[in-house]
Antibody, heavy 117, light 110 residues
Framework: QVQLVQSGAEVRKPGASVKVSCKAS????????MHWVRQAPGQGLEWMGR????????NYAQKFQGRVTMTRDTSISTAYMELSRLTSDDTAVYYC??????????WGQGTLVIVSS | QSVLTQPPSASGTPGQKVIISCSGS????????VYWYQQLPGTAPKLLIY???QRPSGVPDRLSGSKSGTSASLAISGLRSEDEADYYC???????????FGGGTKVTVL
């Protein structure tokens, strides 16, 4: 079955960067977009962008342009999301989710990123 | 604020029907499919409805989705205690060239 397993929780200081990984299994990794969505504490879902694992090309939400980089390593079926210049507003759970046909599903288990001095 | 507008809360007694609305505009709901997700506390979102009104296998038929113009709705009939969760609508937005979500609706079973 399709499964996405994300890296563990991270704590960073303001101004630092964080890189979250998402290992895919159970399907052809390069055949489906990988999306990143975040959720701040008590808040809703926010789409950050997506990467085409086949080409490596990525599209980012305007809010995160210049601060987010999505990459992938096809040899190990893993996608990465790196967010730089962190502030306390970036404290959130970060999810990866693959896109099967038109649908974003399933999702990884989420990675908590805490930004605190 | 979110591009898609949902009521922050909805409630009903066991067995009742609850309808959650999702209001958008032409670039998103007006021209693209709508998706619905359920999120239980501390867990990842779970797909309930795709392509406006299709249910993945395992989702009971007491959940249904519909779309009309620039609005969509999720109906939960025969409300059960396990339906207590947050529900989100989502769609691709042609103008933003990205996915947009509603702010979420918390469903409470009284």
């Amino acid at each position: 079955q399709v499964q996405l397993v994300q890296s563990g929780a991270e704590v960073r200081k303001p101004g630092a960067s964080v890189k979250v990984s998402c290992k895919a299994s159970g399907y052809t990794f390069i055949g489906s977009y990988m999306h990143w969505v975040r959720q701040a504490p008590g808040q809703g879902l926010e789409w950050m962008g997506r990467i085409n694992p086949n080409s490596g090309g990525a599209n980012y939400a305007q809010k995160f342009q210049g601060r987010v980089t999505m990459t992938r390593d096809t040899s190990i079926s893993t996608a990465y999301m790196e967010l730089s210049r962190l502030t306390s507003d970036d404290t959130a759970v970060y999810y990866c989710a693959t896109q099967m046909a038109t649908t974003i599903d399933p999702w990884g288990q989420g990675t908590l990123v805490i930004v605190s001095s | 604020q979110s591009v898609l507008t949902q009521p922050p809360s909805a409630s009903g007694t066991p067995g009742q029907k609850v309808i959650i609305s999702c209001s958008g505009s032409s670039p998103n709901i007006g021209r693209n499919y709508v998706y619905w997700y359920q999120q239980l506390p501390g867990t990842a979102p779970k797909l309930l409805i795709y392509e406006n009104n299709q249910r993945p296998s395992g989702v009971p038929d007491r959940l249904s989705g519909s779309k009309s113009g620039t609005s969509a709705s999720l109906a939960i009939s025969g409300l059960r205690s396990e339906d207590e969760a947050d529900y989100y609508c989502a769609a691709w937005d042609n103008r933003l060239s990205g996915w947009v979500f509603g702010g979420g609706t918390k469903v409470t079973v009284l």
